[in-house]
């Protein structure tokens, strides 16, 4: 077949992740160190967030920042670069909490895992200890009968690295021989970027498909330029870069950003046309609020089966277990609750980051987020909700669920004005001369009138003056005119209270 001839084997992309200290980074050195070429001078290598090696012949590329931050960050903006992934579990440590999580991110990316059981040349070990924790949670071994290869590692004398190497190789031959095209133009994504003294900006591309060239044109998300110079991760300046290479490439106009996909155009002007229609539009969109899957919305469409996917995040194990098995024991004929991810702890980025890819509503139990947590929610709009009783949060699915969601509605607060005098319009006393005494009014806002403790209305405000003029808001300590919407009653000495009305569970 004609189309099927360009295509060639390219080699697997393998990203390393696992728990903290379980030798990740020890792993990656090692493979690293192992196939730096013996004759090369002076082995310099350079770190430019990924590498590849040979074995037998063949070549691997690693994605050299290990961990699941890295690797969900670039999935959130859509990047799937990832081909198989290398789950690093110590051997004397067993699955712990980010484990657990890695294997919640692996799962949603469907990528093949291999386990590295890492530190084996350590003394008293128990693994079938671990091998059971890990069939525990669905990574069956394929001593268990499950279909993942464990190989014993240790980073610190070299065993096992070889035969992990080996394992990549025949997962990928087996179960997703990776193809690509190497002749036609370049697509890649961007695995790390920054602006280097003297070369300008530059950023680490990983070619997945094509073959990029020096003197390419080139659109990198947002940011458009021509191919200056390819340098790859031994330190050496390439003419080009094919199929799963990663190369520092520089002649990017600005810094690139990690997850942005880089595509070759036929003419500078074209690249330079797209990268301007996205900085527009990119602008529009910020203008805009993010839109967010919540719960809410999902009340809003009924009468066709949907799965509701949520990540769970609880304070410790036994609650989790509680707030799992109230939700599970939801039934509903029309909809299916699908949990992605779950752990023990506070929400993190990297949970709402897996919400973002999987769709999902984080439902936090007696946790708060963390500041990155909220950043990352925000960017992608991802509704995080709190509660610390749980038949709350299973009410709140299985209202939603139902259709009945009601949105709850808070007035908050924004500031006070006593009124000094009040004037006259059709013989009523409809003005109400003010002096804000607190916060600040604003014209948006609605308004107590108080009386001897009491609200005896509240309202729309309908005009705010200052002198003759309207304004949109008074700050503390200056006098205004207030006009309530329905309302020609004031007397001196009330108190108006402002405030907006927020829907609470958005
Ligand atoms: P990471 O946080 O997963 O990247 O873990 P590191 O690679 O930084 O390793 C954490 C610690 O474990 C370091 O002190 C390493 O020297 C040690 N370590 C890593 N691999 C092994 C191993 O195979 N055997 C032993 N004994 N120690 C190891």
């Known amino acids: 077949m004609l189309f099927r001839s360009t295509l060639v084997a390219r080699p697997p992309v393998v990203a390393v992740l696992g728990h903290v200290d379980h030798g990740k980074t020890s792993i990656l050195d090692r493979i690293r160190a192992s196939s730096v070429a013996s004759g090369e001078a002076g082995g310099i290598t350079q770190r430019i967030g990924a590498y590849q090696v040979e074995r037998q012949g063949q070549a691997i590329t690693f994605i050299d920042t290990p961990g699941h931050a890295a690797f969900t960050a670039m999935r959130a903006r859509g990047a799937d670069v990832t081909d198989i992934a290398v789950l690093v579990v110590a051997a004397d440590d067993g699955v712990m909490p980010q484990t657990e999580e890695a294997i919640q991110h692996i799962r949603s990316a469907g990528v093949p895992i291999v386990v590295a059981l890492n530190k084996v040349d350590k003394e008293g070990l128990n693994v079938d200890r671990v091998l059971q924790q890990l069939a525990e949670r669905g990574v069956v071994p394929e001593s268990y009968g499950g279909d993942v290869p464990v190989v014993s590692t240790s980073a610190v004398t070299g065993q096992g690295i070889d035969t992990l190497l080996d394992t990549l190789l025949l997962v990928n031959e087996v179960i997703l021989p990776t193809r690509a095209n190497p002749s036609r133009a370049a697509v890649g994504t ?54 799963s290479k990663p190369v520092q490439i520089t002649g990017l106009t600005e810094v690139a950003t990690a997850g942005d996909v880089l595509q070759v155009m036929d003419t500078e002007r074209a690249a330079r046309a797209l990268a301007d229609q996205r900085t527009a539009l990119e602008r529009v969109r910020t203008a805009q609020p993010v839109r967010r899957i919540t719960l ?4 809003a469409v009924q009468g066709e089966v949907r799965t509701l996917t949520l990540v769970l995040k609880a304070e410790a194990d036994g609650s989790l277990e509680a707030l799992r098995g109230q939700i599970s024991a939801i039934a509903d004929p029309n909809v299916t609750i699908r949990i992605v991810g779950e752990g023990v702890g506070a929400v993190g980025e990297a949970d709402v980051n897996l919400a973002a890819v999987s769709g999902a509503i984080v439902i936090g139990f007696n946790v708060r987020p963390d500041e990155r947590a909220k950043a990352a929610a925000e960017e992608h709009g991802v509704d995080v909700r ?77 005009a705010l003056k200052r002198f003759k003029d309207d304004v949109r808001e008074v700050a503390r300590g200056y006098e205004c005119g207030i006009s309530i919407d329905g309302f020609a009653e004031f007397a001196e000495g009330d108190i108006l209270e402002a405030f907006v009305v927020e829907q609470q569970n958005l």
């Open 190 to 243: 961007v695995i790390d970027s920054e602006l280097e003294r003297g070369r300008g900006p530059v950023a680490t591309v990983l070619v997945q498909n094509g073959t990029l060239r020096i003197g390419d044109n080139v659109v990198v998300g947002r940011v458009y330029g021509k191919i200056r110079a390819l340098v790859d991760d031994s330190g050496k300046r390439v003419k080009e870069a094919g199929p």
């Open 296 to 299: 809410a919305d999902f009340a």
């Open 386 to 462: 709190f509660y610390d009783v749980v038949y709350q949060a299973t009410e709140d699915i299985e209202k939603s669920i139902r259709g009945m969601y009601e949105p709850t509605f808070i007035d908050v607060y924004q500031g006070r004005a006593e009124v000094r005098r009040v004037f006259q319009v059709d013989g009523r006393p409809a003005i109400a001369g003010c002096q804000v005494v607190d916060g600040k009014i604003a014209r948006s806002a609605r308004c107590r009138v108080l009386r001897g403790g009491k609200e005896v209305a509240a309202g729309k405000i309908g």
